[in-house]
């Protein structure tokens, strides 16, 4: 049990993303210093541009978080436990060829390659608020179309209820899926998330494909991953290849390894404090002071009907 806890969000995580940049700021300043004689440069994406047309209905009276904290700052525990992992050992995963297969209670399943996806709708860019569960947030711009035009391709029969989402199970893409001594405290893999099916047809629910302006980097879940903005992030899942129409609630990867910290619904919430620490404000990466938490991150209007009803304490 104790092996097991090693590898879940730490207290660790909950206080110190502005130390943590603020350490890999200086360090990546003192390299590019070094290596330029002084004109460092911002860091920017490195993968290909990606044309969308922003959706005015869609964005946030703030600046985006910097691309360079996007991409390096990363939760993405296929690739290890640290924040730096990801964005250092990413280039293991391979986003091409890539298809995803959409099944379970649906009259048309169909298995998707990639391309086609990207084909399925016009793409728009959406700025959304990104709460994390560790208490830290970004501000990002987001290129995708909404989750519903793929779901509904695949015409979900009266049975579907809920949707499950699998990201790729394959250790030589992701070190850290390798069954060995330093990994027994990960998660039970393949990561597996899942949303209610309204939730997962509701238009804020996005098919995410890139980030500002560009493909994906692979350490944001490239090719394709879920955004879900009214929930903490780790409902989001990423590099998807599976998403199952199902009649009951999905098991999800984080629910599995600490049920009582990690509910299915797991909507951001002041009011409901994880068993750990407090989820009553948050810090946006890129700024010191914290700031208070919104109720569904901010996005309440357009989605606390789906709740209407519920004890939110008890469905946390
Ligand atoms: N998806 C997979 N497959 N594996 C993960 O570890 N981490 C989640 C989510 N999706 C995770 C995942 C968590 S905890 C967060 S906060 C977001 O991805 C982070 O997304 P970002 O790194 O693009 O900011």
Redesign the pocket.
């Known amino acids: 049990m104790l092996i097991r806890r090693r590898a879940m ?1 730490r207290e660790s995580d909950i206080t110190d993303p502005g130390l943590y940049l603020n350490r890999r700021a200086f360090m990546t300043g003192v390299a590019a210093l070094a290596l330029s004689g002084g004109n460092a440069e911002a860091a920017a994406p490195t993968t290909p541009e990606l044309k969308a047309t922003p959706n005015p209905s869609y964005r946030l009276d703030e600046k985006a978080t910097k691309f360079e904290d ?2 390096t ?7 290890g436990v640290n924040k730096d992992d ?1 964005a250092r050992l990413a280039q293991t995963l391979k986003p091409r060829p890539w298809s995803v297969k959409v099944d379970g209670l649906a009259a048309k399943p169909k298995t998707f390659d990639i391309d086609d996806v990207l084909k399925m709708a016009p793409l728009e860019e959406r700025v959304y608020a ?5 208490g830290w947030s ?1 501000v ?1 711009p987001w290129i995708g179309f909404p989750l519903a035009v793929l779901l509904k391709r695949v015409e979900p029969t009266g049975a579907a209820k809920y949707v499950e989402f699998t ?2 199970m394959d250790p030589e893409q992701f070190p850290a899926q390798k069954k060995g001594l330093f990994n027994f405290g990960s ?1 039970d893999w ?2 597996t ?1 899942g949303l209610r099916l309204d939730e997962a047809m509701h238009p804020l629910t996005l098919l995410t494909v890139g ?1 500002y302006g560009h493909v ?1 980097p692979n ?3 490239a090719p394709i ?2 955004v879900v903005p009214w929930k ?9 290849v599976r998403i199952r129409l199902t009649s009951d609630e999905p098991k999800t ?2 629910n599995k390894a600490a049920p009582n910290e990690y509910g299915f619904y797991s909507n951001v919430n002041p009011k409901v404090d994880h068993p750990r620490w407090s989820q009553a404000t948050e810090r946006r990466i890129g700024e010191f002071r914290r700031r208070p938490t919104l109720m569904f991150n901010g996005y309440g209007d357009q989605v606390a009907s789906l709740y209407a009803g519920m004890d939110l304490k008890k469905l946390y």
Do not use: D, H
């Open positions: 969000f996007a991409s700052y990363n939760n993405f525990y296929e690739f990801p990104l709460r994390c569960v560790e970004m990002i990201t790729l998660l393949p990561y998330e980030m994906l350490q944001n879940g991953r879920i903490y992030g780790f409902k989001s899942a990423k590099s998807i990867a984080w």
